[in-house]
């Protein structure tokens, strides 16, 4: 009786206890003002960046030199889409040759006195567009739109070589190897896709696929090569230089003047998977 008298006294507490209201900012589809962090896995890659291929990029799965890329809600209906990627690399090695007489290590005619070498290689990529969605539903959500793609590449290798003269011997000997190999390109895409979002429940997530059409110009990519050289002859010093092209698609060959330019266009060079997770302000 005590038992029951107990259980009688806590189910009469329990049921005057009173749920407090929550009403959640962000419902499962985003709204104007939202925003979304986007992540893709590409089931077609197709984006060579030797222009053999009309895709643009294949998106973000964290992985090294991947765009960063964002959603934001202009109106429910309209979304802009951007993606970056910024990239540097710079390494540099100067230095004067060792040479020791009493440890017997000593230069000869000809030989490195001085190495300077540096090498530069520089990447920025800036991708943006904008969807447009048709649907207002909950689940399930179709939207159209187009991207923009601008990328701009360098690279640079320098190396300068100094080497060692011997006193009294000046008949035509080199004292200074300068070579430079610059390779500038741009490229520039466009790009028309489809897609559709799955919302996952109450989450403030969203499973989709997209696809379309791109292409894309490839401006640049041959390499501008310039050799200089110091001769010395008694007590003159000469200086002579020569400047030429290469190109990758033509190994061995050397030209005067080159020019480069790719377009690309097919459908389907990126068909990604993407997952978005959405947030407000």
């Given amino acids: 009786m005590l038992a029951l008298g107990a259980s009688s006294v806590m189910a009469q507490g329990l049921s005057t206890r009173e749920n407090e209201a929550i ?46 890329t964002f959603k934001y809600y202009h109106t429910d209906n309209f979304v802009l889409r951007a993606g970056v990627r910024l990239y540097a690399n710079n390494d540099r090695l100067s230095g004067d040759t060792f040479e020791s007489e009493p440890f017997g290590v000593t230069l000869g005619e000809g030989d490195i006195s001085n190495l300077a070498v540096i090498n530069q290689d520089r ?24 991207d923009l793609l601008v990328g701009f590449n360098k690279m640079r290798n320098t190396m300068e070589m100094e ?11 080199i004292t200074r190897d300068l070579f430079t190999e610059q390779t500038n390109s741009t490229v ?17 997530i969203s499973v989709g696929i997209e696809y379309g059409l791109s292409m894309k110009w490839l401006l ?10 110091d001769v010395r002859n008694a007590d003159n010093l000469n200086s002579y230089s ?10 061995g060959l050397l030209f005067s003047d080159l ?3 790719n377009f690309n266009m097919d459908t389907n060079q990126n068909v990604r998977l993407t997952f978005q997770f959405y947030f407000t302000r």
């Fill in 242 to 251: 020569v400047e030429y092209f290469t190109d990758d698609s033509q190994p």
């Fill in 220 to 229: 640049g990519g041959r390499t501008k090569v310039t050799e200089e050289r």
């Fill in 188 to 204: 520039i895409g466009l790009g028309w896709v489809v897609g559709w979002n799955t919302f996952i429940a109450q989450l403030p």
């Fill in 23 to 68: 009403v959640a900012k962000l419902g499962a589809r985003p709204v104007a003002g939202d925003a979304a962090l986007n992540f893709v896995i590409p089931l077609v890659g197709l984006n060579a960046n030797d222009g053999t291929q009309a895709g643009l990029f294949d998106g973000n799965m964290l992985g090294s030199g991947d765009l960063l």
């Fill in 123 to 146: 990447s920025y990529v800036l991708a943006i567009g904008f969807e447009h969605h048709f649907s207002n539903s909950n689940i399930f959500d179709v939207y159209t739109g187009a």
């Fill in 163 to 173: 080497y060692n003269n011997i006193d009294g011997n000046l008949n035509d000997i």
């Fill in 259 to 261: 020019s480069r330019r």
